[in-house]
């Protein structure tokens, strides 16, 4: 897998608590859609925020083509 590192934002731009408090459950340890909620919230504190990747489908962690 090839990780690239696309954008860099402030620390605390947006807390793990901001975003449990607008929808987000658990811990973050794979792909995972996003509430309706959770998108403005995020778009909120980027404008360019692309959630293309929600659309994308995912099996055991995994890109499906």
Not at 27 to 52: C, W
Request: glycine share 6%; proline share 2%; net charge negative.
């Amino acid at each position: 897998m090839e990780i690239k590192l696309l954008k860099t934002y402030e620390d605390n731009l947006i807390t793990f608590n901001d975003l449990v408090e607008n929808g987000l459950k658990g811990r973050i340890q794979g792909p995972r859609k996003l509430s309706e909620n959770l998108i403005r919230v995020v778009e909120a504190y980027d404008t360019s925020f692309d959630n293309s990747l929600e659309n994308m489908v995912y099996k055991e962690g995994r890109l499906v083509k």
